[in-house]
Structure formats: structure tokens, C-alpha cells
Nanobody, 123 residues
Framework: QVQVVESGGGLVQAGGSLRLSCVAS????????MGWFRQAPGKERVFVAA????????YYEDSVKGRTTIARDNAKNTVTLQMNSLKLEDTAVYYC????????????????WGQGTQVTVSS
């Protein structure tokens, strides 16, 4: 079994920064691609960013590219999402997920999910 837990959400002013963290327990963490998704109220869950098992490849949704960085520390079984220049539309519940298979940008490719952490951006 793989357990995924997110943290670091909170209230932040527009233009500010926030760092989300995710810790995963399970066998061979480095073999899993890790992804971040978000879901705003009344909206469907959408892709934000992902990183390959060894950290060599990263993927970003266009709206966050350039102001968002995903990274991982396999020695600590953690992945982080650094978000800068936050906008009101970034408000959502952010989910960390893990997959050993599937397309990294697609929800259906992920096997394990955290419970989510709330990010609220205010004006």
C-alpha cells in the first residue's frame, strides 16, 4: 500500500507565494511519478504539475508554467510544489497523487491520492 499526505495549504494574498508538501509511504518511492492536481468549488479536478520518479522530467499545466516549480527528495519520500505570483483563480483544494503507470497528465493514470490541502488566495 501507498499512503499520500499533503500539507502546506493556507490563506495567502494574491501575488504571494506558497509551498505545498507531500509525503508518500510505500515501496520504492523513486519508481513513482508524482503529480499535483487541484479542484476548485463546483469544478472538476485538473492537472497542475508532475515529476518523474528520478526527477529528470517535469510537466506543468500552461496556466502555472513559469511561476510554479515541482521538485522531489527521494531520500525523504517527499515532493513539493512551489507556487509564486499566486492568483485568485489558484484557489482550490490541491491533491498529491502517485502513479507507477499511465499518462502523467491524466487523473486516470494515478493509483494513489492524498486527502487534499486547501489553498485560498485573497485580494
Amino acid at each position: 500500500q501507498v499512503q499520500v499526505v499533503e500539507s502546506g495549504g493556507g490563506l495567502v494574498q494574491a501575488g504571494g507565494s506558497l509551498r505545498l508538501s507531500c509525503v508518500a509511504s510505500g515501496r520504492i518511492f523513486s519508481s513513482y511519478t508524482m503529480g499535483w492536481f487541484r479542484q476548485a468549488p463546483g469544478k472538476e479536478r485538473v492537472f497542475v504539475a508532475a515529476i518523474s520518479g528520478s526527477g529528470g522530467m517535469t510537466y506543468y499545466e500552461d496556466s502555472v508554467k513559469g511561476r510554479t516549480t515541482i521538485a522531489r527528495d527521494n531520500a525523504k519520500n517527499t515532493v513539493t510544489l512551489q507556487m509564486n505570483s499566486l492568483k485568485l483563480e489558484d484557489t482550490a483544494v490541491y491533491y498529491c497523487a502517485a502513479t507507477s503507470r499511465g499518462w502523467v497528465r491524466n487523473l486516470n493514470g494515478y493509483e494513489y491520492w492524498g486527502q487534499g490541502t486547501q489553498v485560498t488566495v485573497s485580494s
